[in-house]
């Protein structure tokens, strides 16, 4: 089946800093990404999804990702965090039938003054 | 905006209870996933149905757990009897279709206390 693997459980950065998160998924000829977002107490919200095409996907909130096969990585990227963008950060990959979503275990977000 | 509807948020009991809980997915969506995240975890599918059927339950634990949607419009997730283990929040999800370009909604969840 496939997965993906987020490599930092924790990321503590400063507000107006920039940041990564890392996602690395199972190597397939087809591959369907995506990160979603979770804010306390609340469902998941879809970032950004690679399906095909350019690499470098923007999402919202200004949040951006790039699809790299050769690495088969896919880290989420922000050039400057807000206290606001505080969050569970989930990468996820289209199963390999009914299209359900296979999610990492997910990377803390927390921005700071 | 639509948005999915799931209720009760939170739901406290004890082991050995049975336990239900509802989701309203956005109106014309014909996909619904019955996803379940432990603390800490990410989410994991138990159940997804196209319309009123099941597509894929192969993860739910049908000893304990049932779902349906007889409709094929909001649907009922059932746990009984509960175990300890079974804490965790239970999200719904729905999208218009099965597909990779569909994206998937999620409602608020239903945050499950087992004593």
């Known amino acids: 089946a496939q997965s993906v693997t987020q490599l930092d459980s924790q990321v503590p950065v400063f507000e107006e800093a920039p940041v990564e998160l890392r996602c690395n998924y199972s190597?397939?000829?087809?591959?369907?990404l995506f990160w979603y977002v979770q804010y306390p107490n609340q469902g998941l919200q879809l970032l950004l999804k690679?399906?095909?095409?350019?690499?470098l996907v923007k999402g919202i909130n200004g949040f951006e990702a790039e699809f790299n096969k050769s690495q088969t990585s896919f880290h989420l990227r922000k050039p400057s965090v807000h206290i606001s963008d505080t969050a569970e950060y989930f990468c996820?990959?289209?199963?390999?039938?009914?299209?359900?979503?296979?999610f990492g275990k997910g990377t803390s977000l927390l921005v700071t003054p | 905006e639509a948005e999915v509807a799931q209720s009760p948020r939170y739901k406290i009991t004890e082991k050995s209870q049975a336990v239900a809980f509802w989701c309203d997915p956005i109106?014309?969506?014909?996909?619904l996933y019955w996803y379940r995240q432990i603390l800490g975890q990410g989410p994991e599918l138990l159940v997804q149905?196209?319309?009123?059927?099941?597509?894929?339950d192969s993860q739910l634990p049908k000893d304990r757990f049932s779902a349906e949607r007889l409709k094929g419009v909001d649907s009922t997730l059932k746990i009984q009897p509960a175990e300890l283990g079974d804490s965790a929040m239970y999200l719904c999800?729905?999208?218009?279709?099965?597909?990779?370009?569909?994206?998937?909604?999620f409602g608020p969840g239903t945050r499950l206390l087992v004593l």
């Open positions: 690679y399906l095909s095409g350019s690499t």
């Open positions: 109106s014309g969506h014909a996909t």
């Open positions: 149905f196209q319309d009123e059927s099941v597509v894929d």
């Open positions: 190597s397939s000829v087809s591959v369907y």
């Open positions: 996820a990959v289209s199963g390999d039938s009914g299209y359900a979503l296979n």
């Open positions: 999800a729905s999208s218009t279709r099965a597909g990779v370009q569909e994206t998937q909604y």
